[in-house]
């Protein structure tokens, strides 16, 4: 396996960092261009930066030069990671795309757009192809693959093993995230210091749709058709750091599944890419833990270094079929650690 | 108003503590005696006790002479509030009710009998007749009245307007739990620092249970007719200090319910106990709150003297019909202030 | 007593606010205008502020017009709390001075000059006298009255008795201070949520500079001589809400004063301004407390409504000669609370 | 290096299940046996804790059956790893010490025993050989060795440059300390949730008796002359889960150190088992880091694994000489790594 050079654009942002730090020992990405906005620009990375990783910064990105978001300003780079903000996204990966730069994105600006793969690569690694009909780039070398939310990550995974079991028919669900998915300053320690929020603006929204293209069907013409489940999201903020926890009740397609069936398909389940060994795969993309007091945020989110799902509380509800909670590390599997994943899959998929 | 007399039951633990709190300046209530377990029985209450409140132990309680349980210590004693623990309530609580002491109690031992009012006085004021049937005493004046689940009484209290409105049909509801509804010392900082817990030992069944006979409708003989509306439950515990924070999705019996008329069945419901000035009634017992960020614990659990539920975010779902937060005070709304307005009401109902 | 019109200059921010709970239902003082940046001004309260207390905003502001900052714009004030942040407050507040508007001002811009007092009035009430010396409008009403910074407060409160007793001779202090001394939005909740800050820029130097002016004495010429106490600071952010809890030892000029002495000089201290029944002035301005685990932030900033410090752990040190825990209210008593007290004081010496 | 068979005492305790964990993959020590408390003895690992740590429990410990504190249950041991609480480490641990099996404990008991070392290895290595003054065993074979309280720790390790440097006159600190240092349960979640408490009992005199046997001289007796360094301690606890953090004031025995030169005692310093090459021995034991807002317990407390003393904010200071912040990881640093750090030592020294 050659080592690719990677940029990473918004590197000064907290996706970027994240970005940057689960870099620095990759066996395949070298980060060889760390790019921000204008007012980074020219700057040693060290000093654009307000560093909030608990790790010093790698040295190899210390004192790299910060470019600006400009595909010119890029020589030599294979792909592009990017971590940048939603309000700036749209048009510089547009711009990357158009060059004939691949970019792996975290951004949610082309998450809805018929050619671009939403990807989860343990969920709908056949999205993949959808690239096919991208035309960005004259070249057609120059493309966009984007991640979902931080949530929808999360629940894709934990009802995955559920859809191909039982089929689902429809999903309620309560979020409580960490405060870390809203960035840096991010959210007031006043707002959130022993308290919780009921509302995180547009993010009921993300969670609704998104799993409808995750675990929609890619057909024929590499076009998904969506899943068409109804869910309803309830999004609240909690003061914790890392690792956003869902509270799921779920309707299943399936008549008559218990308890014990529920638990089998967990346990039974199979990653489609488990065999890629992919190296920021986890030895459970979903891990279904038995104690009642498990998944916690503050124990679980590490899980895995942070890629794995962990699903607990397994019963059967009241209403609909099944009630679980379910786990996922907000920045890394929700994010970043998302994005590089999905890097390696093209990697081995022979789209970088 | 005469002055009655009471004796607080359990006086040193964490809800004996919020009566003595509450009852400082009680214009109807004196609390003329605290009794606690052999431990502290005989010791001045300072002494006994591990105060936990802001405030300092109220003057006239502070040197009291801690009693030991047993009505034949508690002379002069009108009635008593019991903030016992489960573990011994049942025992001592029935021998207060035969020897024809009244029984205010927040222990749950007693909610589920059938002759036992399990009472949020805004809700089924009229199951206060219930202890008609009761026989504890051979005089009749020993009688014992529960209040519920510092969840259930937020819960049922929302769903109130809705099931006078426009019938309740079913509902699933994530609880998220402040730390001070498992008393003192309760959950260690360990447990939840930065941190949810995605379990509560008991307290699901609780929250699905006892809204059923709040709900439910009193017969000709004094009997609860159980509601019978499936509700499913997921408790969580966060780090908040105070405040329980649901998130509830409900179906209604009424089709074709819109946003607006859910807002109007809220600003129009009148509480049925609202021109009875009992001391402990919150302006609101049930208020509406507009913005999307509101209802917080932190700003809003002590909302109406920690006696209103505070509801927001009510909203159409894309599943069931309505989704909405409800907020309320764990331990004065759901706990000792919930029982001090069963006794008001019994005051005023004639039974004390 | 007659009733005074005011103003709150800086309206919006977090000690505006504070400045507006405060006032609701003051016995002297009325709002009558709010006033803030021009991006608030000539918007209704409620729709330029993000409000953050707990209680509602009072109905009497909520539909108030916000104005600009300029005196012209504040007819029929008879004088203005200012709430501004520094970076403006100085050129406003002797706009307003010297249109013969009297400024009791929580900003620290003017703490340093020579006709300023920095008034903590159970500690240097003399010092009020200083405003004679200033010459800001030409009829000499307008005038600048500062509190100092929200630990030099406690601080000077909690010294005093000891200064008065046995007179101090140098200080060490670390303080832990609450995350709402940094305003709003303020402290990022991924910096402090679980941790504490090393450092809070610029509050070290206010910390050993402001309490010689406090605990200097006024000279003839109404000129303060600074005290000359040495003093070292560090100042630490802890994840706390309200209360900053100062850690100090002091060495004093007396020598042999046993922690007995020392309690008996708390416990015999009189606030100089104690006969003046100030409303805002708390029963117990330093209150001792004798249980090691007291004071808490939690439990105690709000004692005496945020009014009083909380003095502790008393005892015999090591080096130098007496250690103790002081707490104080940082918005309150350190901040807006201490503003009006100033006021409340400025009305009985007839300067207002 | 063959490799040791060790025990755990105490395994199930919050310091047992530390020592379980950081022995996972140790390249010298391999677990073969844990023992408890008779309740916990006969049952399996898993069945008799309750596990605290984020990783599992290690496969090798999962499903050992518990011992009793028994030396004659635990045969095939090298040695053990003491996790005890003190009320009944002594008794036990001298137990094993009589019976030819060297102790390395965590507990408080011997620290003050004139032939027992309190070791940390980079400040204090050569009082080892204390060890050979003890006669628990006939044959010599069974010694204690302690590692001190864990404020000691990084109040020592972070006072050694300077020690070594210009001498050290007197000491002044303010510890903030963090929850985990009160095991499981410990500290009650409604104490300490957005609070500081001004109060450790027993703290602070560990705080200032220890570093003196600590940063004491070995004479030819093998005997500790006590440093007899004034020191000054108050111990407060604060919301953070790992690292206590330490406000330090010191005073020199030489004059006129300025900031540059104190900065270079840091840097300069060389540990004396720098080259020792133990596992657990952390790149810097010492870091001196530069930002004003480091060190941070969430930031760094796991810096070198766990085993670094992080400094920052090390200036001049307005009384005594110099100020600085410390910080240690209170349960690897300051309790089982350390211990592991001193077992390390006595191999490399053939005392094991």
Redesign the interface.
Known sequence: MSTYNVGVLGATGAVGQKFIRLLENHPWFNIAAVAASERSAGKPYREAVHW???IPIPPNVKNMVVKSCDPKELADIDFVFSGLDAAVAADIERTFAEAGIPVITNARNYRREETVPLLVPEVNPDHIHMIKNQQYSKNGNGFIVTNPNCVCVPLTLSLKPLVDAFGVD???L?S?QA??GAG????????????????I?GEEEKI?WEPQKVLGKLNADKKVELAGI???A?A?R????EGH?L?I?VKLKTEGVSEKDAVEAFLNWKSPIADLSLPSSPEFPVKLMEE?????????A??GNGMQVSV??LRK????DL?F?ALGHNTIRGAAGGAVLNAELLVKEGYL
């Open positions: 909030i990783e608990s429809s999903v309620i309560t409580m405060v870390s840096y300053p991010g959210v007031p320690s006043l707002d959130i210091m022993g308290n919780v929020m009921p509302y603006g609704m109804p869910i309803h309830s609240y909690v003061p914790v750091l926890l509270s009740v009642d007091r498990y998944p916690q945020p503050r124990l679980h590490y899980s607990g509380r509800a009241g209403i609909f009630a909670t």
